[in-house]
């Protein structure tokens, strides 16, 4: 882990009491007695929405002999479960949602942990979503091996007089490799490959299907095949951030799992059927907990 790189001036205030910690979007702070019920988190697992980190909490819990399942009461923003040293939250849409999420959750983590490097860094990270395929058909599932921004770059924020943030966007490869190796034989299509974040649906994944749209035909395709080229084979609107969060406190297990819902080199619009869609969102599901099962049992 990489101490220099957390916020220690707020941080360790909350570790000795000086400071209560208010996780405000999960509607939790760290004088809640709850989280001495979190304390042993193996693994945190995010999804965009709300109703499948309920669904994956169920199916968690059904695997540990119907484990109890808690719920911190505010989901306004985000929903969030913990059962069997699993904690499922939601992240909601875009990386400026996401981002919340994860600081808030980093600083739980550093909380739980009581700021203990090494069992900070045995906590597992995973993102579970849905993404727009480049080059593979709807249904394929993609762990990712980089997160990368629309013009391939890293994940960059605006920073006061300094230029900008940068964050490294790679996901640690034996994870990925891991998670495809414990999907052996499942007969799900897997693959890696590298993942574009998008900060918006349409324009930064250049659709030609938006209320706004200032791509043509011609540009968008060329697009497509240049970031397939350079080994993108997904589109979704997290991951750069998430992965670039991770490496830059020194998390070293991370990973995130994406079904296609279409191949973005044959279209733009999602017209899967409802039952294609809930088959297809299943499928990263399926393919995070046959991993997470043999690695945390
Ligand atoms: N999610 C995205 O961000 N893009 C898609 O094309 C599909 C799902």
Redesign the pocket.
Known sequence: MHDAAMNHAFLDRVLTGAQVDVYYHFGVASDDPILAQFRDVRAIVLAGSGDRIEAFARRWSALHDGAEVLALPKEERFTTRYCAGVLFASHGMGMPSASIAMQELMRLVFFLKGGDHAAMAEVFWARVG???GVGLPGGTVVVSTEGVMADLGPFRLLAGGHGEYRFDGRFPRDVAEAIVAANAGSGIPIELGRTVA?NE?FLE?FRLDGAICMETPASKQAWLEWIHREGVRN???EGAMIAGYLNHWGFPRFAMVCAT??D?LAGDQ?TATPDELAAFNERSGDVLMRYLATTLR
């Open positions: 849905t993404s727009g998008g649906f994944q589109i979704e609107m819902l279409l973005r999602v």
